[in-house]
Structures are given as C-alpha cells and as structure tokens.
C-alpha cells in the first residue's frame, strides 16, 4: 500500500495519473481531485521485472526500481522480490527461473512494469 496523490485526470481516457515518492502511475480514474491524497495497491502478482525499458506493451506503468531482497515464495517454484522504487516499497511474484534468467539479486537495477492498480480511498 502506498501513499499517493492525485496529479491529474485524463477525461478522454477516463483515467488519473498519482504520484508517489518513487514515480507515479496511470490508474482508473475514479473522480478523485487533482491534490486528493489516496492509497494505491500494487499486488505482487501484478508487478513484472524487467532490466531494460520496455517498448511495444500495453503495460503502461514502469518505474525504475532496486532489488532489495529476495526470498523463496509458498511455492519451490517462486521468488519474492521486495524491490524500492525511489523510498517506496513494492513487491513482485516471479518464477525462480525468471530470477536466475534475469541473473536478480539484491542491488541489481531493474524496471519494474506494473499491470494492474487499485485506488484505496
């Protein structure tokens, strides 16, 4: 959960930009006003890594984020990544062998693409 602030509204696409210390994201607008302070859920299943900036997606969120620790999931077959977009905290769900592929470890740059987001408030 983090803390944001609603920047803008794009009426003709029915969607709310929100900043957050870290970036900010393209939402669903739901008729929130420009300086309206909300909270944003980013649900790791939602959050994909990638290294580079990716071009040719539908995802519209990415920010630059770091590794900070990595941990084994309920599953032997995924990883838990915390990651620090600037001083915010995020979350992503991955396959172990996405992690080795993508050689991920703690420290290590990355973009991270975020394809869903929840407005709380």
């Known amino acids: 959960m983090l ?4 920047a ?5 696409w029915h969607l709310a930009r929100v900043e957050f210390p870290g970036g900010s994201l393209w939402v669903r607008d739901g008729g929130h006003v420009p300086g309206q302070l909300v909270r944003v859920r980013i649900l790791a299943r939602d959050v994909s890594i990638a290294l580079a900036p990716v071009n040719g997606t539908s995802i519209q969120n990415c920010l630059p984020a770091t590794v900070e620790e990595m941990a084994a999931d309920r599953h032997p077959a995924l990883s838990l990544l915390r990651l620090k977009a600037g ?3 995020l979350l992503a769900r991955l396959t172990q062998r996405s992690a080795a592929g993508l ?3 703690p420290g290590k740059a ?3 693409q975020i394809k869903a987001v929840a407005l709380i408030g």
């Not at 803390?3 to 609603?6: E, Q, T």
């Not at 803008?8 to 003709?12: C, G, I, P, S, T």
Request: no cysteine; proline share 11%; hydrophobic share 50%.
């Open 3 to 6: 803390a944001a602030v609603v």
């Open 8 to 12: 803008e509204r794009d009426e003709k």
């Open 87 to 89: 001083p915010s905290p």
């Open 103 to 105: 050689a991920l470890v």
């Open 110 to 112: 990355v973009r991270v």
